[in-house]
C-alpha cells in the first residue's frame, strides 16, 4: 500500500510540473527583448526674435514617438553655485509688471517639436536675457513608466526616475 501511495504521490507531482496554463496577453509587436525607454534632448542657443515671430526652429525625432507617450520641456532658468535650474514649461513670468506677462511655452507632434513665447505685450521689448541663447531640455516619457503620483515639473526627479544621467542627453540642431 505504501509503495502504491509512493507511486501515485511521484505521478502526482510529475503531472502537476507538466501542466501548462493559457497563453498570456501578446507583447507589443516588434518590441520582443527590448526595454522600453525615454530619450532626453537638449537644445541650445534658441533664440526668439520678432522675425522668427518668437517661434524656435522645429526639432525633429529620430523616430517618431509613441502615440501615447509624454513629452516634457524645461528651460534652464537658472545657475546657482554650478547647479543648473530647470523650470518645467510652460512657464509664466511676472517680473516686468511695468509691460505685462509672458510665457515660455512649446508644442509637439510623434514627429517634432518646437518653443515659441507668449505675452500680452510687444515681446521685442524685453531685455536679450529672456528672448536669446535659452536652453530647454526635452523628455520623451514612455506611457508605459506614468505614475499619477509623478511630479513631472522636477526635471532631476524625472531624469532620476527613468534611470538617465547627463551622458544620455543628446544634443539636437534643427531640422533643415
Same mark, same amino acid.
Given at each position: ?8 504521490m ?5 503531472a ?14 516588434? $518590441?520582443? #527583448? +527590448? ?5 532626453? &534632448?537638449?537644445?541650445g542657443?534658441?533664440? %526668439?526674435t520678432?522675425?522668427? =515671430? !518668437?517661434?524656435?526652429?522645429y526639432?525633429e525625432f529620430?523616430v517618431?514617438?509613441?502615440p501615447?507617450d ?7 532658468w537658472d ?8 523650470r ?8 516686468f509688471? $511695468?509691460? #505685462? +506677462?509672458f510665457m515660455?511655452?512649446?508644442? &509637439?507632434t510623434?514627429?517634432?517639436?518646437? %518653443?515659441?513665447?507668449?505675452g =500680452? !505685450? ?27 503620483r509623478?511630479?513631472f ?15 544620455d542627453?543628446?544634443?539636437?540642431q534643427?531640422?533643415?
Open positions: 500500500m505504501k509503495n502504491l501511495f509512493k507511486a501515485v511521484m505521478l502526482g507531482i510529475f502537476f510540473f507538466a501542466c501548462e496554463g493559457p497563453p498570456g496577453p501578446p507583447g507589443i509587436p516588434g $518590441q520582443d #527583448g +527590448i526595454v522600453i525607454v525615454g530619450e532626453v &534632448f537638449e537644445i542657443n534658441v533664440n %526668439f520678432s522675425a522668427n =515671430n !518668437f517661434q524656435s526652429d526639432y529620430t517618431p514617438i509613441e501615447g509624454k513629452l516634457l520641456a524645461y528651460i534652464l545657475v546657482v553655485d554650478d547647479t543648473d535650474v530647470w518645467a514649461l510652460p512657464q509664466t513670468n511676472f517680473e509688471p $511695468q509691460f #505685462g +506677462i515660455y511655452n512649446y508644442d &509637439f510623434r514627429f517634432d517639436f518646437s %518653443f515659441f513665447m507668449d =500680452n !505685450f510687444d515681446l521685442s521689448a524685453l531685455p536679450s536675457e529672456f528672448t536669446r541663447n535659452q536652453v530647454f531640455r526635452v523628455v520623451v516619457f514612455p506611457a508605459d513608466l506614468a505614475n499619477a509623478m511630479d515639473s522636477d526635471f532631476n526627479n524625472v531624469m532620476e526616475y527613468m534611470g538617465k544621467t547627463e551622458k542627453i543628446v544634443q539636437l534643427p531640422r533643415q
